[in-house]
């Protein structure tokens, strides 16, 4: 008795020489009220993250917050230690002598900024992701991918071979 493995379609990706035929496919997946697809790029392409109807990204925000965190940690730190901690005159400075703490304020902004910079990209892109298999080899190298994931609503494995053709795919691939 022979046991037959069953694959399970989790998608279509079309492969494109140029990014004019890859924006063409995008339009025509929103078109299709499709909201999962992804695509896969050698370099940005201005407009493409609103025609596939991305959010924008929470990383600035993050950066700004740790920004601001650093700068008033630094100056706070400053002023308690040289203000009220361990009061010292130096050189007829003032104990809060705010041009002399702003290489240290600057360098906390930035550190701070910095660190969680990296430390969002890495939570929020999932950063490494050992689960997910590589589309194709050509991707980002010198090809451009439209991904239409299977779980779309009104999917059609026809229709969506159909339109990736139409608008210029040189290669169509299941994923499965």
């Not at 079309?14 to 929103?30: S, V």
């Not at 601001?68 to 104990?95: R, V, Y």
């Not at 339109?163 to 210029?168: D, I, P, T, V």
Request: include cysteine; charged fraction near 20%.
């Amino acid at each position: 008795m022979k046991i037959f493995e069953t694959h399970k379609l989790l998608g279509l990706v079309g492969l494109f020489k140029d990014p004019y035929h890859l924006l063409k496919a995008a339009r025509e997946a929103q078109k299709r009220k499709f909201a999962h697809c992804d695509a896969v790029l050698p370099y940005p392409i201005h407009g493409l993250d609103l025609i596939l109807g991305q959010k924008r990204s929470l990383i600035p925000w993050v950066t700004l917050v740790f920004g601001l965190a650093g700068c008033f940690g630094g100056a706070g730190l400053e002023i308690w230690t040289s203000a009220i901690d361990w009061p010292i005159i130096i050189g007829g400075k003032p104990f809060n002598s705010l041009p002399a703490f702003v290489p240290i304020i600057f360098e906390c902004t930035i550190l701070l900024g910095g660190l969680a910079t990296a430390a969002a990209l890495f939570a929020i892109c999932r950063i490494p992701n050992f689960h997910t298999r590589v589309l194709d080899n050509e991707i980002t190298n010198d090809a451009f991918a439209l991904y239409v994931p299977a779980r779309e609503k009104g999917f059609s494995e026809e229709d969506v071979k159909g339109f990736l053709e139409k608008s210029g795919a040189y290669e169509i691939k299941m994923v499965e």
